[in-house]
């Protein structure tokens, strides 16, 4: 076992590297579409001034906010691949990850006070990345679970002895089908 990986952390059949690159992808992507659903659907409300519609304003940002996003990630431990963690505690980890970054970001524009910044556009890029972040994971679960099905990824136990103790981590593995 490694020395940085605790007890309750299972080896993932991914490379580790996998989904921090996807999330900050999936960062810098969304930061894209909330500039569209801004500007060009113009949803919930108009865009008053037309002329100022260029995103090259909002890069820094999406950069902080890829970067931020990253390291809280990383600091409430969602990309370590725990034993028994369920979909809706990952989903409060994306959710209190990005409302951290939104804060920062917001922060940002209120001190360097750029020309164009649209305040609607960040809860479009939080609400977009508490979903795609959420349905990411969804994903790999499913994915996981087929796999599983088919033999991959499932570690094999022997169960010496068939007394109380036994008869209990023989129930609990055969409720759990998803800890592999």
Not at 33 to 39: F, I, N
Not at 77 to 96: F, K
Not at 165 to 178: D, Y
Request: charged residues 15%; glycine residues 8%.
């Amino acid at each position: 076992m490694n020395a940085n990986q605790s007890l309750t952390e299972r080896p993932t059949l991914e490379p580790r590297w996998l989904f921090p690159v996807i999330d900050v992808g999936t960062a810098l992507l969304v930061f894209l579409l909330a500039y569209l659903l801004r500007y060009e659907l113009q949803i919930i409300r108009p865009v008053l001034d037309p002329s100022q519609r260029d995103f090259g304003p909002y890069i820094p940002f999406a950069g902080v906010y890829a970067l931020i996003l990253f390291l809280n990630y990383q600091r409430n431990g969602l990309y370590r691949n725990m034993v028994g963690r369920a979909w809706m505690e990952e989903v409060y980890l994306i959710g209190s990850s990005v409302a951290v970054a939104i804060v920062i970001v917001l922060a940002m524009f209120f001190i360097f006070q750029p020309l164009i910044t649209s305040r609607l556009m960040l809860i479009y890029v939080a609400a977009l990345t508490v979903i795609i972040g959420s349905f990411s994971r969804l994903a790999r679960r499913w994915v996981l679970a087929y796999l599983r099905n088919k033999g991959i990824g499932i570690q094999r136990v022997l169960i010496v002895g068939m007394g109380d103790v036994g008869q209990a981590v023989l129930g609990v593995m055969l409720a759990r089908p998803e800890l592999g």
